[in-house]
């Protein structure tokens, strides 16, 4: 039995490319605005499972979302390049989380979940070298405003926990949530 990859990330494809898993990709739109005081975990696995009831599939449903936490404040997508860089301002020097949501939906429309949290430590960064990667484009489609896989992992000194929950998807959990579905 197959999956329906409800996330238009191409991270997200790539990571479960690596392991031999392509499943069709039907994105699902939903709102992704935080809700006043929701609390990041909440509001990666809300969006998750929003992501996972809206997507017109008929069969099973992977979904995820992922969410940058400094200090239990959701670091979304910059919106444009000032945003970005006073968020990566923000996140320089500092100890943040990256937790993603992963969500099964299975044919009965039930849904079996799980999140994960990652520790990332960002060295300190001048002006310029924000400037720099901002201006490179890189930061605009990604939570926090950096990519570990790309030119953002030069601004991480360290990480504690899974790499691939950073890039978007903790490979590791999401086959075993997988198994768990039936799906691997």
Known sequence: ?????????????QLLAHVGLEPPVVPSH?????????????????VAEDKARA???????????????LDDTICGKAADEAEARAMLARLSGQTHLVHTAVVLRDVAGDTRSLVVS?????RSLTEAEIARYVAGGEPMDKAGAYGIQGEGGALVAWVEGSYTNVVGLPLEETLELLAQGGLR
Do not use: I, K, N
């Open 118 to 122: 990652t520790r990332v430590r960002f």
């Open 55 to 69: 997507c017109p599939a008929a069969g099973p449903v992977l979904a995820a979302d992922t969410v940058v936490d």
């Open 1 to 13: 039995m197959s999956f329906t990859l409800a996330s238009a990330s191409p991270r997200r494809r």
């Open 30 to 46: 939903v709102d992704e605005t935080p809700r006043p005081g929701e609390p990041p975990v909440a509001y990666a696995l809300r």
